[in-house]
């Protein structure tokens, strides 16, 4: 019984604690750039876990929708500029009156402003030929995300060369701290006279 106290109370004593304790820090000491990696991988995972759950959430497509809708449209097929404003009242049954249209007769902003009914202008008065803006808007968004698409998959596939790099520096670190351990065991096992 005795034998077993002076067991615990040794401090000399090496649990497995201390041993995974030990052998972490000697991770993080010798690999700091795989442990700044695996860091900024988590970091990722959280980032496209967190952003799967906000597109899932009921307002969130609208809230992308709001983030690449332009404010204003122009083309040359039309004679005036057209603006687009945020409707806060509108249905979520009908996701399509989220913005009013409206433009400036003759492109002048001091004038009162023309609000499209149902986001038609009416393109040739005697035929009654119309345009539906909606439609332009939404084409110009497609275009707006598209191009933010393109940018985010450049920087992610830079992120991920980067990573990539980061691996291999921190293999030939570590490659080459074991073979000058070795050289050195060498050395020393093998003096010279």
Do not use: C
Request: zero cysteines; proline letters at 4%.
């Amino acid at each position: 019984m005795e034998n077993k106290k002076q067991i615990t109370a040794d401090k000399s004593v090496v649990t497995t604690k201390d041993i995974v304790k030990a052998s972490f820090k000697g991770f993080v000491k010798n690999h700091k750039i795989i442990f700044a990696f695996i860091i900024i991988v988590a970091v990722l995972v959280l980032s496209v876990a967190s952003m799967t759950v906000l597109v899932n959430t009921e307002n969130t497509p609208a809230l992308l929708v709001r983030a690449f809708f332009p404010s204003e449209l122009s083309d040359d097929s039309f004679p005036v500029t057209f603006y687009s404003e945020y409707n806060p009242d509108y249905d979520r049954d009908n996701p399509l009156a989220m913005y009013n249209y409206y433009y400036y007769p003759d492109n002048d902003e001091s004038a009162e402003r023309v609000y499209l009914d149902g986001g038609y202008y009416i393109v040739d008065e005697e035929t009654g030929e119309d345009s539906d803006i909606t439609l332009w808007f939404f084409i110009e968004t497609a275009a707006n995300f598209n191009r933010f698409a393109d940018i985010a998959y450049k920087v992610l596939g830079v992120l991920a060369a980067v990573g990539v790099l980061l691996l291999i520096f921190a293999w030939y670190r570590s490659f080459k701290k074991q073979e000058l351990a070795k050289k050195e065991a060498y050395r020393k096992s093998h003096p010279r006279h």
